[in-house]
């Protein structure tokens, strides 16, 4: 528990560090306050990089998060290009990448996620490329006009979010777009087969070509080491001018790791974002949170960042505000939009609510007679409605969600 005068530290400055940030002076902390980003570039709002933003469609001004006028007001101090190298946890002090140290009563870890790399022959090949950043999204939209300019294809590797959003946003600039996934089906970590049966053929549709099964032996490229395609193990070749990986993400845990704090596929929490030093606290897609059941869950969202940010905040100031919430997510793709709340791994029947041929629908998940998840297409009425009766534990049942004559609404306390 840090004082409510000794400094504070946060290590990031995206969505997670930013909340935090907030959190911490609205809960009364009036001491030092300092984010310490590694980008050149202020906070700013990471969703739109796979959609608006990279379809050249948002204006510069509608992507940061927060202006430097806006956290000076606060008296919150923004640095950014300064990368944190260690954490000395008996001086409660951190070193940064210019041998420069920072003293802390209290450390707040925000380090995010890095995209998996792909150990594949040619993978470092010029346009091969992943999305994290604002940079990693401005370089992928130049290869993409330039792919436009000379009609080559972009390959996504990876059926998840971020590869499908590219795909999407790709198609909507007119590349010719192949997605290799080597999984059976798209999404296969996160959506019930009938949901990505619907959207692989929501993406062949707006004709994407999808191999499912891929198995991929190596990136190729020409004599000045740029990419020209993606070879399979059964030697067809897909061709390329662009190459996306969307293959996940792993934890930036490195620094927790090394001065000894707990992780396991992440920063190690309880549900009020502790670490395993009561001077630390963390939040956002860095970290793993241990459940009452000893068994740990992930979870990367825009939610998941802020509520995790504003119980790690409280706990700095010796405060317990547990983040229970029912989790919920998002993705945006051509005129589709997916909201997910829940998790639906474990279910046992599967309800819809509606017509999956007309775009707009429910998909009810449950687990005996509870409902864990629901996943909503273009129906953001019924998603915000089902997620009030989640965070109180009410589970329609399976005729009454099936019924799309039943109003759910009457079902929420009053």
């Given at each position: 528990?840090?004082?409510?005068?000794?400094?504070?530290?946060?290590?990031?400055?995206?969505?997670?560090?930013?909340?935090?940030?907030?959190?911490?002076?609205?809960?009364?902390?009036?001491?030092?306050?300092?984010?310490?980003?590694?980008?050149?570039?202020?906070?700013?709002?990471?969703?739109?990089?796979?959609?608006?933003?990279?379809?050249?469609?948002?204006?510069?001004?509608?992507?940061?998060?927060?202006?430097?006028?806006?956290?000076?007001?606060?008296?919150?101090?923004?640095?950014?290009?300064?990368?944190?190298?260690?954490?000395?946890?008996?001086?409660?002090?951190?070193?940064?990448?210019?041998?420069?140290?920072?003293?802390?009563?209290?450390?707040?870890?925000?380090?995010?996620?890095?995209?998996?790399?792909?150990?594949?022959?040619?993978?470092?090949?010029?346009?091969?490329?992943?999305?994290?950043?604002?940079?990693?999204?401005?370089?992928?939209?130049?290869?993409?006009?330039?792919?436009?300019?000379?009609?080559?294809?972009?390959?996504?590797?990876?059926?998840?979010?971020?590869?499908?959003?590219?795909?999407?946003?790709?198609?909507?600039?007119?590349?010719?777009?192949?997605?290799?996934?080597?999984?059976?089906?798209?999404?296969?970590?996160?959506?019930?087969?009938?949901?990505?049966?619907?959207?692989?053929?929501?993406?062949r549709s707006h004709g994407v070509q999808l191999v499912l099964g891929a198995q991929i032996a190596a990136v190729e490229h020409d004599t000045s080491n740029s990419v020209t395609g993606?070879?399979?193990?059964?030697?067809?070749?897909?061709?390329?001018?662009?190459?996306?990986?969307?293959?996940?993400?792993?934890?930036n845990d490195e620094l927790a790791r090394a001065a000894g704090l707990e992780c396991e596929r992440g920063i190690v929490v309880d549900a009020c974002g502790r670490t395993s030093d009561?001077?630390?606290?963390?939040?956002?897609?860095?970290?793993?949170?241990?459940?009452?059941?000893?068994?740990?869950?992930?979870?990367?969202?825009?939610?998941?960042?802020?509520?995790?940010?504003?119980?790690?905040?409280?706990?700095?100031?010796?405060?317990?505000?547990?983040?229970?919430?029912?989790?919920?997510?998002?993705?945006?793709?051509?005129?589709?939009?997916?909201?997910?709340?829940?998790?639906?791994?474990?279910?046992?029947?599967?309800?819809?609510?509606?017509?999956?041929?007309?775009?707009?629908?429910?998909?009810?998940?449950?687990?005996?007679?509870?409902?864990?998840?629901?996943?909503?297409?273009?129906?953001?009425?019924?998603?915000?409605?089902?997620?009030?009766?989640?965070?109180?534990?009410?589970?329609?049942?399976?005729?009454?969600?099936?019924?799309?004559?039943?109003?759910?609404?009457?079902?929420?306390?009053?």
């Amino acid at each position: 528990m840090a004082g409510m005068n000794a400094p504070i530290l946060i290590i990031g400055a995206g969505q997670a560090a930013i909340m935090a940030a907030e959190a911490l002076r609205s809960g009364g902390y009036t001491g030092p306050l300092t984010l310490l980003g590694d980008e050149p570039h202020g906070p700013y709002h990471r969703p739109p990089l796979s959609k608006a933003w990279l379809a050249g469609e948002m204006d510069a001004s509608r992507l940061p998060m927060r202006t430097p006028e806006m956290l000076a007001s606060k008296n919150i101090e923004l640095r950014t290009g300064s990368k944190a190298t260690a954490i000395n946890r008996a001086a409660k002090t951190v070193t940064l990448a210019d041998g420069s140290t920072l003293p802390y009563g209290g450390l707040l870890l925000a380090t995010g996620a890095t995209p998996r790399t792909l150990p594949l022959p040619g993978s470092t090949a010029q346009g091969v490329l992943a999305l994290r950043t604002r940079d990693d999204a401005d370089a992928i939209a130049q290869r993409m006009a330039q792919c436009l300019e000379k009609n080559l294809p972009l390959v996504v590797i990876g059926g998840g979010f971020i590869g499908l959003e590219v795909a999407a946003t790709a198609r909507k600039k007119g590349l010719t777009v192949t997605v290799l996934e080597a999984a059976p089906r798209l999404l296969g970590r996160v959506l019930q087969p009938v949901l990505s049966d619907w959207y692989a053929e929501l993406h062949r549709s707006h004709g994407v070509q999808l191999v499912l099964g891929a198995q991929i032996a190596a990136v190729e490229h020409d004599t000045s080491n740029s990419v020209t395609g993606v070879r399979l193990n059964d030697g067809t070749v897909y061709p390329a001018g662009l190459v996306l990986i969307g293959i996940g993400v792993n934890a930036n845990d490195e620094l927790a790791r090394a001065a000894g704090l707990e992780c396991e596929r992440g920063i190690v929490v309880d549900a009020c974002g502790r670490t395993s030093d009561p001077a630390i606290t963390a939040a956002g897609d860095c970290t793993a949170r241990r459940l009452a059941d000893g068994s740990l869950i992930r979870l990367e969202s825009v939610q998941n960042a802020t509520e995790q940010a504003k119980s790690a905040a409280a706990a700095l100031l010796g405060q317990e505000r547990p983040f229970t919430a029912t989790p919920w997510f998002w993705s945006d793709q051509y005129d589709k939009k997916l909201q997910m709340a829940g998790l639906s791994a474990g279910a046992d029947q599967h309800v819809l609510r509606g017509d999956m041929a007309s775009g707009a629908f429910c998909l009810f998940h449950y687990k005996g007679d509870k409902l864990i998840a629901i996943e909503n297409v273009n129906s953001p009425k019924e998603h915000l409605l089902v997620r009030k009766l989640m965070d109180a534990g009410i589970s329609p049942t399976p005729q009454q969600a099936g019924d799309a004559g039943f109003d759910l609404n009457g079902l929420v306390p009053k």
